[in-house]
């Protein structure tokens, strides 16, 4: 039986330098200006808050003088430890690293190209959305940028844009007119009036105050030399702050897009604000009282081998192995569940990759050969995509939710490479021709970022490619085995075989790095200068200074660790055990307690306390018998809020704290649904 493994690709980062200069359209009051910056004095002033601006600035990236992002350039994203700059007048976003001064761009990590056009970006957190001033809304991959969806919006066009996490949906308008919003659906639910006639971007927070949820918006004064922020109070439509900005210049720096993220500096919810063509800057909206991570375990309700996870965000996250076994996680861990649907029960599932919270590829390897599966409805029913005789398949790599790699051990000695261009329906091995020699593979032993993908073998080959798969060519490590390689930058990475290999240049060289503990390695990974390994056994190291200390940072209560990765957006790790034990390192999640063992008479959903209530409050429900359990909070339009309980349940009394920080004011409803039985009660929030 295959030990579990984890391996991990490089990026290479190519800046494409892209020379721009303005475009005006003819016909539009208040069209897109790009003025075409040809010399920067020094001394010229930067972007200068008014008087009285409360928000302290904790970084401003000043892009002027960069060729290609002087004209045109309105973004304000920050997403996966990247700040994002797109274009409204071209194709090509610009990717920065977050390790510039007061945690703000700082090195280029790369250049994508996109749908272009696009004026505001926003995300929900898995994917990145925008909108090129149409009534079009595009959903995008955050890793490529390629478009997987588009939405017609029945309200205004999209200049400006922002995700409501509370109500589900986007907040867009065009320069003038109403602000809207409308459902993932793209059908329009609400809006607020506005008489703004230069809007374009948009920031949704509600966090900054003790009071209903709020849209920063982000205005081109009319006479092209200010620029104006208002805080609007979402449920009463009226504005609560304003501020105006004098320009260095008439038309230089004009208002771009915006967006409200917290922890894109640490422990800080910042206002991200673009003023095109010449700088990005952050604002202090406030500090954030954060619960620092730590390590916990989670119920997989099994005690049979789990070889492999695969964390699509900080909520969704999908484990494998032994016996056919899948479960899924769509709440952080909190619950577990079966997920398996069809798939053989004689058949040990060794890696897995979740694409999102409904769809998963799974590969498993009987005696027969090397087999694949694909769910699309979370796990429910499987259909066979893949298999080859006499293979072993040892691990899926999706670049992105269309395009993905596969590799097995080698069969008629050439290594099992395939391609998918389809999401994991259909695979393609055409031209991919790679001998083997000796060596095999190992199960996780596989990652890719950008274009480059590394895979691990049995030898001290570890095979590189730098264009996606098409050609291979082998890198030397200092011993045999990779078991697991993770790069956090395009410079320095780690390989696990009997111990850890380190690289500074990319992996043109490695060499042995000291590393405690005994065992074989299982599992890297990793974020700016902080690492994360574990051997087949139950202790997490932990440095944060690229290796030159090592802790042991958790020590699991039994079984060994078979895989180790990190959430592919997000910063949660999951580790996955031999004895179907699951660790999680994260914020700690509020969880369901049992309060009494005594086996109660009736099912029971009692009212909440507080009520009304800010913003913490506690549900009760009863069980006479075990059975599975949805406790689910509702606004007052029947749209579901969260998911409290989610998962089987023994006989006795239990406990619920809601915190509904992120909530607006209003009335709410909650419902518990068991073993046929069903209760709603209400509750009320006020701020």
């Known amino acids: 039986m295959k030990k579990k493994n984890f391996l991990i690709v490089m990026v290479a980062v190519l800046f494409v330098s892209v020379f721009s200069i303005g475009f005006y359209f003819d016909g539009d009051p208040n069209a897109d200006v790009a003025p075409f910056v040809t010399s920067i004095n020094p001394s010229t002033a930067d972007t200068i808050p008014p008087g009285g601006f409360p928000y302290a600035t904790l970084f401003n990236f000043n892009y002027q003088t960069v060729p290609g992002m002087n004209g045109g350039t309105v973004g304000a994203m920050f997403f996966g430890g990247k ?15 977050n390790n510039g001064p007061g945690g703000g761009p700082g090195t280029l990590a790369d250049s994508l190209t996109y749908i272009g056009s696009c ?21 995008f991959d955050p890793n490529t940028m390629a478009t997987l969806k588009t939405f017609t919006l029945a309200g205004g066009a999209t200049r400006a844009l922002a995700w409501d996490p509370n109500r589900k949906g986007f907040w867009n308008t065009n320069f003038s007119g109403n602000i809207f919003f409308h459902d993932t659906n793209g059908v329009l639910v609400t809006q607020i009036t506005s008489t703004l006639a230069g809007k374009y971007g948009l920031g949704f927070d509600s966090t900054t105050s003790q009071d209903s949820a709020f849209l920063w918006v982000w205005n081109q004064g009319s006479s092209s030399t200010t620029n104006e922020l208002y805080k609007i109070h979402i449920q009463s439509g009226t504005v609560k702050e304003t501020y105006i900005f004098t320009l260095t210049g008439a038309s230089i720096g004009i208002a771009g897009g915006a967006e409200v ?22 604002y202090n909206l406030k500090n954030l009282t954060v619960t620092p991570p730590s390590w916990s375990e989670q119920n997989s309700g099994l005690t049979t081998a789990l070889y492999s996870v695969s964390a699509v965000d900080d909520n969704v996250a999908w484990v494998c192995g032994a016996g056919g076994k899948v479960l899924r996680t769509t709440n952080k861990g909190q619950n577990w569940l079966d ?38 409805n979370g796990g429910a029913n499987w259909t066979q995509v893949f298999f080859e005789s006499g293979g072993f398949g040892d691990g899926i790599w999706m670049t992105s939710a269309t395009n993905g790699f596969f ?13 998918t261009s389809n999401g994991g329906v259909n695979w393609d091995s055409t031209g991919l021709y790679v001998p083997s020699g000796s060596l095999a593979g190992w199960n996780n032993a596989i990652f890719g970022l950008g274009t480059y993908l590394y895979f691990g073998t049995n030898g001290t080959s570890l095979y590189v490619s730098s264009n996606n798969g098409t050609t291979w060519f082998t890198q030397t490590t200092p011993a045999v085995n990779q078991y697991a390689i993770w790069f956090n930058n395009a410079s320095v990475g780690l390989a696990g075989g009997a111990n850890l290999y380190v690289t500074t240049n990319g992996g043109s060289n490695w060499a042995t790095m000291t590393a405690p503990g005994t065992g074989n390695i299982s599992g890297i990974c990793g974020t700016g200068n902080e690492w994360w390994f574990t051997r087949q056994a139950t202790s997490v190291y932990y440095t944060s200074n690229n290796g ?54 009736n099912y029971s959903l009692s009212q909440n306390y507080p009520n009304p209530f800010n913003p913490v409050t506690k549900i009760n429900f009863a069980l006479p018998k075990a059975g599975y359990v949805t406790l689910k909070v509702y606004d007052v339009l029947g749209r579901e809020v969260t998911t409290l309980v989610n998962g089987n349940y023994n006989a006795g009394t239990y406990t619920v704290d809601f915190n509904a920080a992120n909530l607006a004011s209003g009335m709410y409803f909650y419902k518990l649904e068991v073993n046929g039985f069903s209760s709603v009660k209400k509750m009320m929030l006020i701020k």
């Open 407 to 419: 590799y097995g051990d080698p069969v008629g000695g050439r290594w099992s490479l395939w391609k």
């Open 339 to 376: 997920a398996s649907g069809n798939l053989p029960a004689t058949t040990d599932m060794y890696n897995i990759w979740g694409i999102d919270a409904n769809t998963a590829l799974v590969t498993g390897s009987p005696a027969a050969g090397s087999y694949m599966w694909r769910t699309t």
């Open 548 to 601: 030159t200390n090592w802790t042991t940072q958790y020590t699991a209560p039994a079984g060994s660790f078979y895989h180790l990765t990190k959430a592919r957006s997000g910063s949660t790790l999951w580790g996955v055990r031999s004895n179907g034990g699951i660790s999680r390192y994260g914020t700690p999640i509020t969880g369901v307690n049992n309060i009494s063992s005594t086996v109660p008479e």
């Open 83 to 97: 700040y994002y700059f797109n274009r409204w007048n071209g194709t090509t976003v610009y990717r920065y690293n």
């Open 261 to 282: 993220i917290a922890n894109v500096v640490p422990n800080k919810l910042v206002l991200l604000l673009n003023y095109q063509n010449f700088a990005l800057v952050g």
């Open 119 to 139: 004026r505001d970006l926003a995300t929900d957190g898995v994917f990145i959305y925008g909108g090129t001033a149409s009534t079009t809304l595009y959903r």
